[in-house]
């Protein structure tokens, strides 16, 4: 036995820790630029320390640099007797298999390389719908298993590729991580491009009571290349001040490396700390916009969907909802209840198996909810008299005006829920968007004057029912007053209707009504039948994009800065955290039914040791 502590006292230690093979391959992935090294060919001349040569177990001649009249000069002077006992078809087939000799061992390499490409790509596949999806870390190795299963039966000849994806939790971290660096590398490359941008933001609070700003961003560059994408997510520890927020968004934007000379136009949710008149965002912004920028001015939105939702609370329905809700708490806050309901509508083959709670935070709920209960109105009150539970949505039944009313809230709400769902989505413009809002206006005129008359065509389950001229005249003054509520609100988008108008129609437009600089170029451009065709076969933006840059250089700077950039986006947080996630509300319920959210709640999973954890959290938050 040999004691080495003594040794092992003078050995220098590598200070170089041998990296894990994953964090290379995975740096690898977003490098610029790299070098390689070729094991094969420089296996047998590695330059080496003169005091280290002894220790090799082969000792090859030295060749100082590998260029080709070095290597011939080598040749020549070591390795003259090479092939001279060979004739010339025996050297040229020692040539051959010597080359099939090498390509063989560097196809292993490149075999090798190919796989592990493959693998890490695959990875990165998975990682990214991992995220998308908002899953956990760990349900990777559970997809890996499975897909290992399947393909042990399917086509066992692969199975080794598919266990050379590397999907472990801390994997799946550091994939995250790389896409993550790349799309802001990806925004930041597109941003130096930009000729206008526009941003969005909104302000919520997450479930540790932290203040998080959402910035999204839509710009625009010189070839009307459109990206829109999430800038930032800013959190706010302390207070949420207009000035507070405004730091925020500057330190974005000089992180992205934006000019304010470019900003086009400033979305809000309307929070009194975002479009305050004295010291709120929108107002610090066009003071530093105007004191850096003179000549430049910026136009400020309120969210288009936020206002169409605040426009429907002005509806005088708060009889009928409340009503409605109540009768859904009876049978959905009790778990007997509910369960003998969805038994009775399974018993007697209804059309629809449940009822739907109603949530407030969801634009579309409201109308849902009506329309659900309408469908099963009578199976609702033959389930409360089987029961024998008093409700007053029974007692409501049976009153014809109440029943009316009824009707006319579900008709109402359906047209307002495909409005709201025709604005939401991805890519739309400012000028569409509001040219769905003007039409949605004049529809409820005519609404307004048709029920007037007792003209029910367009409102089908009111139709269905006998309405006095008293409950006309009410519903067309509730129409009348929901358009003016409309107007009201949407007034910011009729102050530059002229622009909208001038964008979306630069045909049909006054040339005498357009800003000076643009008018001539309008003239050239109406005089042009081939444009024409042009506009009427082809979207607008590849229309814009299609203009001579020189002759028609305002007009195209004009559109880049009125349409495209005007990111009207609404309530970002709530598009944000459609995470598919489980969605918890804490209620409570009295004697009489009514029921009162306390709490909301996003959870990874429903396990219960999650749902024990979202108790704890509460009973912390509030220890009465």
Not at 85 to 105: C, F, G, I, P, R
């Amino acid at each position: 036995m040999t004691d080495g502590r003594r040794l092992n006292m003078q050995t220098k230690l590598d200070h170089y820790i041998f990296p894990n093979s994953e964090d290379v391959t995975s740096y690898l992935q977003i490098v610029k630029a790299l070098s390689t090294f070729n094991l094969l060919e420089g296996y047998y001349y590695v330059t080496m320390n003169p005091g280290d040569i002894p220790k090799t177990s082969i000792n090859a001649p030295d060749v100082a640099v590998f260029k080709e009249y070095n290597l011939k000069r080598h040749f020549q002077t070591k390795q003259t007797n090479f092939g001279s006992n060979l004739s010339k078809q025996e050297l040229q087939k020692k040539a051959t298999d010597l080359m099939k000799s090498l390509k063989k061992q560097q196809n292993v390499f490149e075999k090798t390389s190919s796989l592990q490409r493959n693998a890490t790509k695959a990875s990165f596949v998975l990682a990214n719908e991992i995220a998308k999806q908002n899953k956990s870390f760990a349900e990777a190795e559970f997809i890996k298993d499975c897909m290992v299963d399947a393909v042990s039966v399917v086509c066992p000849e692969v199975i080794s590729k598919v266990e050379a994806i590397s999907l472990s939790r801390r994997t799946i971290v550091r994939r995250m991580d790389a896409i993550e660096m790349n799309i802001q590398d990806q925004v930041l490359t597109a941003s130096v491009s930009f000729q206008w941008f526009s941003i969005a933001l909104d302000e919520s609070n997450d479930i540790q009571d932290t203040a998080q700003v959402l910035i999204y961003i839509r710009g625009i560059d010189e070839n009307f290349e459109i990206t829109e994408e999430l800038l930032s997510m800013e959190s706010l520890k302390d207070t949420v001040t207009g000035k507070d927020l405004y730091n925020s968004v500057i330190n974005s934007l000089i992180r992205s490396r934006l000019s304010l000379d470019k900003l086009a136009s400033i979305t809000t949710d309307g929070a009194p700390s975002l479009i305050g008149r004295h010291c709120g965002l929108v107002t610090l912004m066009n003071d530093k916009i105007k004191e850096d920028f003179p000549s430049h001015s910026v136009l400020s939105f309120h969210c288009i969907i936020h206002q169409e939702s605040l426009c429907r609370s002005s509806f005088k329905l708060k009889h009928v909802m409340d009503t409605v809700v109540r009768a859904v708490n009876l049978i959905r806050a009790w778990g007997l209840n509910h369960r003998q309901f969805r038994s009775f509508l399974e018993d007697i083959e209804a059309d629809f198996t449940d009822v739907l709670y109603h949530t407030n935070i969801r634009w579309l709920s409201m109308g849902k909810v009506l329309k659900r209960m309408w469908d099963v109105k009578e199976e609702v009150v033959l389930f409360f008299n089987m029961k024998d539970i008093s409700c007053d949505f029974s007692r409501e039944r049976e009153c014809d005006e109440w029943v009316c009313d009824f009707a006319f809230a579900v008709d109402i709400m359906q047209k307002l829920n495909e409005l709201n769902t025709k604005l939401q989505g991805k890519g739309l413009f400012a000028h569409e968007l509001y040219v769905e809002v003007k039409a949605f206006q004049l529809k409820l005129q005519l609404f307004s004057k048709q029920l007037k008359e007792q003209n029910f065509v367009h409102f089908p389950l009111l139709k269905t029912r006998t309405v006095t001229q008293a409950l006309s005249d009410k519903y067309s003054y509730q129409l009348t007053a929901l358009r003016d509520e409309f107007i009201r609100r949407f007034a910011d988008f009729k102050a530059i209707e002229g622009q909208f108008d001038l964008l979306g129609s630069p045909f049909a437009c006054n040339v005498e009504t357009a800003a000076e600089e643009l008018q001539v170029e309008l003239i050239d451009l109406q005089a042009d039948n081939s444009l024409k065709m042009l506009f009427e076969n082809k979207p607008l933006v590849e229309f814009y994009a299609s203009l001579h840059s020189e002759k028609f250089i305002n007009l195209k700077n004009f559109a880049r800065k009125i349409q495209f950039p005007e990111l009207i986006l609404a309530d970002a947080t709530h598009k944000t955290n459609e995470l598919r996630m489980p969605f918890y509300l804490m209620t409570t319920v009295d004697g009489s039914g009514e029921t009162e959210v306390i709490a909301a709640f996003n959870v990874i999973s429903e396990e219960e040791h999650m749902v024990r954890q979202m108790i704890q959290l509460f009973k912390t938050k509030n220890p009465k």
